[in-house]
């Protein structure tokens, strides 16, 4: 398990840092470097989006691009990178790459321009794990894929008062594993999420976008706060899993 960040700064005594590391294994926690400089005035939840491959953490400011990664095996920090493909966009959000290469995706959202096509845009960048550049390395413009604009304007509805001028700006949220995920409002996860499958050969990164309506029971009782996560574990093999265990009982 790893820590990143997310101290209050009121909570802190003289000479702790809110952007400190910790990882914790077999029964302790080691304190590890602090973020690189570039993240920590954004060292929370809030400003960060976070991916986890097998052998690292990557943490990338959702509104900058700054990004690096954490190998908790060798306790240290890998470089520092600015992801900015497009210049344009507002908000960024990371998620592990496709299975069998140390990649990962990066979401952008951006208010559409006057000859755009769709109010809100939500593209997808291929990024090497290692270096944190865009992928593949010889294109001088970055591959892209992106979500139908039904989708996008789904995800991000204009309220019948907003004044075009006066829009808010699009907040992504993304979690994933290497198979693909979700892409959601943060800013009102209950409204629905779209899922992407990832290629699983060289390309572009998503090969399939697909609208995911909320779950019935937050429709239904509205909360406070809706935090979403999937996994590898897809239902069908849940079911199987749930199968055996019965007949073994048996």
Aim: overall charge negative; hydrophobic content about 40%; proline content about 7%.
């Amino acid at each position: 398990m790893v820590a990143l960040g997310g101290a209050c700064h009121l909570a802190l005594t003289e000479g702790e840092d809110a952007s400190v590391v910790e990882v914790h294994e077999h029964g302790s926690w080691t304190p590890c470097g602090p973020m690189p400089a570039a993240l920590r005035e954004s060292a929370a939840a809030t400003w960060l989006s976070a991916a986890a491959t097998d052998q690292r953490v990557y943490v990338a400011n959702r509104t900058t691009g700054w990004a690096s990664w954490f190998d908790p095996a060798k306790l240290q920090w890998g470089p520092t990178c600015r992801l900015r493909p497009d210049a344009t966009v507002s908000t960024w959000g990371l998620a592990p790459g496709r299975a069998g290469a140390e990649r990962l995706v990066l979401f952008g959202a951006k208010r559409g321009g006057e000859q755009a096509e769709s109010r809100i845009v939500v593209q997808s960048w291929e990024v090497d794990g290692d270096g944190l550049g865009m992928w593949p390395p010889a294109c001088d413009v970055a591959q892209q894929d992106t979500m139908p604009s039904e989708m996008s304007e789904r995800l991000f509805p204009q309220e019948e008062d907003e004044d075009d001028e006066l829009e808010t700006t699009p907040l992504i949220g993304v979690c994933g594993n290497a198979a693909g995920g979700y892409v959601y409002n943060a800013a009102d996860p209950a409204i629905g999420a779209v899922l992407y499958e990832l290629r699983d050969k060289e390309g572009t990164a998503v090969e399939r976008w697909e609208w995911v309506p909320c779950a019935p029971a937050v429709e239904a009782e509205p909360l406070g706060r809706v935090i979403l996560a999937c996994s590898p574990v897809g239902l069908v093999e849940l079911a199987r899993g749930s199968l055996a265990a019965c007949t073994a009982a048996h």
